[in-house]
């Protein structure tokens, strides 16, 4: 248990579908991440939050649409979605934004199918 | 760009030693990582080594860097069935705003 929860653990979709991934940490952490991850590939980084406010969007689509209410909770709304976006998605989070000995620490992942 | 690249596959037999590889390019490294993801799970921080050591052992893991040659291995011993997984290595770097740079993970495979 590394004290990050993700839910749903399965979603499928259809394309024209809109659903929401959610995930909790309960560490005190500052920072929370998305991760896209796929097989063979090194993991991308989606979106970060420090203290709420959103400081990094690496080019993802706008279908994907982040939040995040307070610095514990961390959300990705998705809507009109493409097979290719099917994933596992992970969570993270970290003390703050410097990855340092701690390194950050992950939920179990959402495991996504687009239809 | 950054790059952090590992092998994709490692077979070992039970009850030897596995050495996961790995390297990477930026050289304001100041952490680097080892994670294991075991099916159906996140990613779990196993071990990290500090850039200016060589050397870190913990029990069964011990984890080299050469910072020279930018190589970083993973050498778990007397390797069990549990070890199945795959296996992440992490750069963490100042000239990359302190932001996790991943591979794309080693699948350890442990042979009865």
């Known amino acids: 248990e590394t004290g990050v929860t993700q839910t749903p653990r399965h979603l499928v979709m259809g394309m024209t579908n809109k659903k929401s991934l959610k995930c909790e940490q309960h560490l005190g952490h500052n920072a929370m991440y998305w991760y896209k991850q796929s097989a063979k590939k090194p993991l991308e980084l989606m979106f970060v939050?420090?203290?709420?406010?959103?400081?990094e969007n690496n080019s993802v689509p706008s279908r994907f649409s982040p939040e995040c209410p307070n610095s514990s909770h961390l959300f990705l709304h998705l809507h009109t979605l493409q097979p290719e976006d099917s994933a596992l998605y992970l969570c993270?989070?970290?003390?703050?934004?410097?990855?340092?000995?701690?390194?950050?620490?992950f939920g179990p992942g959402t495991r996504l199918t687009v239809l | 760009g950054e790059d952090v690249e590992q092998s994709l596959f490692l077979s070992v037999r039970e009850g030897d030693s596995s050495v996961i590889n790995c390297t990477y390019t930026d050289s304001s490294s100041t952490y680097l990582y080892w994670y294991k993801q075991e099916p159906g799970a996140g990613l779990q921080l196993l071990t990290y080594i500090f850039s200016n050591m060589d050397m870190k052992q913990d029990q069964r893991l011990t984890v080299l860097l050469n910072k020279k040659d930018k190589h970083l291995s993973l050498r778990i011993a007397d390797t069990q069935t549990g070890d199945s997984a795959i296996y992440f290595c992490a750069e963490s770097a100042k000239d990359s705003n302190y932001q996790l740079i991943w591979g794309a993970g080693t699948k350890l495979i442990i042979k009865p």
């Open positions: 993270a989070s970290s003390q703050d934004l410097r990855a340092l000995a701690a390194g950050q620490f």
């Open positions: 939050y420090n203290f709420k406010e959103q400081t």
